[in-house]
């Protein structure tokens, strides 16, 4: 076990359908990530919060609404998605660097959820 | 030119070979190095992390970092089935998110 945990493990939601993915983590970190990974893609990475702060952005749907209401939870709510949303969706988490403390920046990952788009 | 470059495989050995998996990357901002292991259906596992250049060892794997050339690599001593995994290199500039990528992976599988 990493420390972060996702859930469902599972989703399977029509294009209609308004659905959210949760991430907790249990590190003591407070940088939180999404990502997206598709077959035969690298990693994605969709949202970054640092002290529950949307740090970066990188181009996502608004379809893709992310949430992260403390450093230990992060939300990712889904609206009408697309068949090609279809994938393993990630969380992550780290201990984002100070000038206290250097940081490796490592993330850790949950385990995903798998989303199916029909 | 891509920022992260690793040969997505399919690699196959024999059990108790000793398996070599690269990575090149062109930003030479990146300072922190990792690799980590995805089983089928589960999340990326961290398996090591370096900073800057040098070699670092845990156990079977040993992960060297090349800043000159700008080239990284994960070796795996003694390979056991339970090895068989994608393995993804990343690298970081050490700025929480920001400018850190990942290798698109290799996929190992190890023979009985």
């Known amino acids: 076990e990493t420390g972060v945990t996702q859930t469902p493990r599972h989703l399977v939601m029509g294009m209609t359908n308004k659905k959210s993915l949760k991430c907790e983590q249990h590190l003591g970190h407070n940088a939180m990530y999404w990502y997206k990974q598709s077959a035969k893609k690298p990693l994605e990475l969709m949202f970054v919060?640092?002290?529950?702060?949307?740090?970066e952005n990188n181009s996502v749907p608004s379809r893709f609404s992310p949430e992260c209401p403390n450093s230990s939870h992060l939300f990712l709510h889904l609206h009408t998605l697309q068949p090609e949303d279809s994938a393993l969706y990630l969380c992550a988490s780290s201990q984002a660097p100070s000038i206290l403390a250097e940081s490796t920046d490592t993330q850790y990952f949950g385990p995903g959820t798998r989303l199916t788009v029909l | 030119q891509k920022e992260v470059e690793q040969d997505p495989g399919p690699l196959s050995v024999p059990e108790g070979a000793i398996v070599s998996l690269n990575c090149t990357y062109s930003?030479?901002?990146?300072?922190?190095f990792m690799w980590y292991r995805q089983y089928s259906r589960k999340g990326p596992e961290l398996l090591m992390y370096?900073?800057?250049?040098g070699n670092k060892e845990d156990g079977r794997f040993t992960a060297q970092v090349d800043k000159s050339s700008k080239y990284i690599s994960l070796f795996i001593r003694d390979s056991q089935p339970s090895d068989s995994a994608t393995y993804l290199c990343a690298m970081s500039g050490g700025n929480y998110g920001q400018n850190f990528v990942f290798g698109p992976g290799t996929r190992l599988s190890v023979l009985p």
């Open positions: 370096t900073y800057s250049s």
């Open positions: 919060y640092s002290l529950e702060e949307r740090v």
């Open positions: 930003n030479s901002a990146f300072q922190y």
